[in-house]
């Protein structure tokens, strides 16, 4: 059976706005700078996250337009994120442990994704709420990024996050423009949420 997929309805009003008003556009103004407190701000949203065992095994690398990163990170970018990723204010690859770093002792656990995945998250809902627009994505090209970058081997490349400052739909080639003005869809409740039996609808929600 297909998802029951709910296209009719918007973000529940009652909801935190910046959870409201996430969504990911690929249109973003070229011409908006990032400050490096806006930057720091964003970042620490992250430094907050939760995880196990308060392991912390995150990291980003972090370009702004223009920069060394930024460019190096653009020119590996699968042919779809190119062409929307460069107007975005700054560019970050998110990484996340993968083993024991072998020159430390630092706590790991396999639940570095997940954690990763909260971080990511608490990233964006702060860039969201002081009024930017995040979009993360993993089209491009993993391996060569690591090897730009010297990762580690115990370290994973995992997605990028584009941050900026939103811009008309219609700044956008037309193809992507169409796209850009999709209605946004999602799993109804019923398709995820159980209690008494995995697969069966938790009867209150
Ligand atoms: C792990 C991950 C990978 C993604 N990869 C891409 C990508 O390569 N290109 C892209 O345009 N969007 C990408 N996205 C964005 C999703 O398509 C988007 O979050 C999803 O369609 C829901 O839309 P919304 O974020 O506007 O709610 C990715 C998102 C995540 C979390």
Redesign the pocket.
């Known amino acids: 059976m297909p998802p029951a997929v709910r296209t009719d309805d918007r973000p529940d009003a009652r909801l935190l706005a910046p959870i409201r008003d996430?969504?990911?556009p690929?249109a973003f103004d070229a011409t908006h700078g990032l400050t490096d407190d806006h930057l720091a701000l964003i970042l620490d949203a992250a430094r907050w996250a939760a995880s196990a065992g308060n392991s912390q095994p995150w990291a980003f690398l972090v370009g702004l337009r223009g920069d060394p990163t930024f460019t190096a990170f653009h020119a590996r970018l699968?042919r779809?994120?190119t062409a929307w990723a460069g107007r975005a204010s700054a560019l970050l690859i998110t990484l996340h442990q993968v083993a024991i770093d072998p020159d430390s002792d630092l706590p790991f656990s396999d639940y570095a994704a997940y954690d990763l995945g909260q971080a990511a998250a608490s990233l964006s809902l702060q860039a969201q709420a002081m009024g930017l627009h995040t979009?993360?994505?993993?089209?491009f090209d993993h391996e060569a990024v690591a090897e730009h970058f010297a990762v580690p081997p115990h370290w994973r490349v995992t997605?990028g996050i584009a941050i900026g400052q939103l811009a008309p739909a219609s700044s956008l080639e037309p193809a992507l423009a169409v796209r850009e003005r999709r209605p946004?869809v999602r799993k109804d409740a019923s398709e995820f949420v159980f209690a008494e039996r995995f697969g069966e609808p938790a009867p209150r929600i």
Do not use: I, P, V
Request: proline share 0%.
């Open positions: 996430r969504w990911s690929r699968s779809g994120n979009h993360q994505f993993a089209g997605t946004r």
